[in-house]
């Protein structure tokens, strides 16, 4: 059986995040980031990172995850992502890459 999966996609500053935040209520869903630089913590002003105030009681996946000195690359994300996944499904929400 097929699990539900959402991806929502964009150039930055279009909207994603809020988007994303009423879809993921309207849904039942929670959000897996997939920017390459959302994942690191300490970079809150350079990659427009969503706020926790800005959330609004959504979770969120792969943001701060990581400090800057960490290796980040496609297979890295790709653990996070499933286990994130996982973590999604268990609470039986969708997740929604953003």
Request: proline share 5%.
């Amino acid at each position: 059986m097929k699990k539900p999966l959402v991806v929502l996609t964009g150039p930055t500053a279009v909207g994603k995040t809020l988007a994303s935040i009423g879809l993921a209520k309207a849904i039942g869903g929670e959000i897996i980031s997939a920017d390459s630089m959302q994942v690191y913590k300490h970079m809150d002003i350079g990659s427009a990172k969503i706020r926790q105030e800005e959330m609004e009681g959504v979770p969120h996946f792969l943001v701060d995850e990581l400090e800057p000195w960490e290796e980040f690359h496609v297979v890295r994300f790709q653990q996070m992502a499933k286990a994130a996944l996982e973590n999604i499904y268990a609470r039986r929400h969708i997740p929604i890459v953003v």
